[in-house]
């Protein structure tokens, strides 16, 4: 069975600092990771993914995930966070037939 | 492509009502996933389907829960004698292909709140 946890919660971060956001996993099988982000009254959208290969993955608005299999780890980061990334960030995994989230951590900037 | 729509965006119901959810996905996407979001937490996955096969239910899924699929494309979400703890996102997703996470993406809609009184 396939599962993510998220470490924080919530994470204030003041703007144009960087920001971590963890998530450990765990799988019996392949791993495929994803990060999407939930915008106020949005859906859900995809910032990145980890399918295979090289172990840090660039995704959209300057985002970035390391994958760390012996840490069994997915952390996002962004070196410089804008107003706008004010987000719920949920971390996932894929078994190939469906995803599994993490409880999610909300990230609040400040000016 | 228009995305994925979710209809209503809101329904506010009385304890004991049947409610339905409609969702349409991304034209040609053959997977249609269901999730149920609360408060503070992640999506847990309630069911998907492979064209108009339901393939898995998770156990979240009770009785008075059922969902369709019958031709393949749009889905619907019915839950009957509604009770509080039905309260709740419900979010449709959709996607292309035989295996989430290779080649493919699941693509969410904005979601069903459903406020249950």
């Known amino acids: 069975a396939q599962s993510v946890t998220q470490l924080d919660s919530q994470v204030p971060v003041f703007e144009e600092a960087p920001v971590e956001l963890r998530c450990n996993y765990s799988?019996?099988?392949?791993?495929?990771l994803f990060w999407y982000v939930q915008y106020p009254n949005q859906g859900l959208q995809l910032l990145l993914k980890?399918?295979?290969?090289?172990?840090l993955v660039k995704g959209i608005n300057g985002f970035e995930a390391e994958f760390n299999k012996s840490q069994t780890s997915f952390h996002l980061r962004k070196p410089s966070v804008h107003i706008s990334d004010t987000a719920e960030y949920f971390c996932?995994?894929?078994?190939?037939?469906?995803?599994?989230f993490g409880a999610g951590t909300t990230v609040t900037v400040r000016a | 492509d228009t995305g994925v729509s979710q209809n209503p965006r809101h329904k506010i119901t009385k304890r004991g009502q049947n409610v339905t959810f409609r969702c349409d996905p991304i034209?040609?996407?053959?997977?249609l996933y269901w999730y149920r979001q609360t408060l503070g937490q992640g999506p847990e996955f309630l069911t998907y389907?492979?064209?108009?096969?339901?393939?898995?239910k998770s156990r979240l899924l009770s009785d008075r829960f059922s969902a369709e699929r019958p031709k393949g494309s749009f889905s619907t979400l019915e839950i009957q004698r509604t009770e509080q703890g039905d309260s709740a996102m419900y979010l449709c997703?959709?996607?292309?292909?035989?295996?989430?996470?290779?080649?493919?993406?699941?693509?969410f809609g904005q979601g069903t709140r459903l406020t249950v009184v």
């Open positions: 997703a959709s996607s292309n292909g035989k295996a989430l996470g290779m080649n493919t993406e699941a693509f």
């Open positions: 799988s019996s099988v392949s791993v495929y």
């Open positions: 980890y399918l295979s290969g090289s172990t």
């Open positions: 996932a995994v894929s078994d190939l037939a469906k995803l599994s």
């Open positions: 034209s040609e996407h053959n997977r």
């Open positions: 389907f492979q064209n108009e096969a339901q393939l898995e």
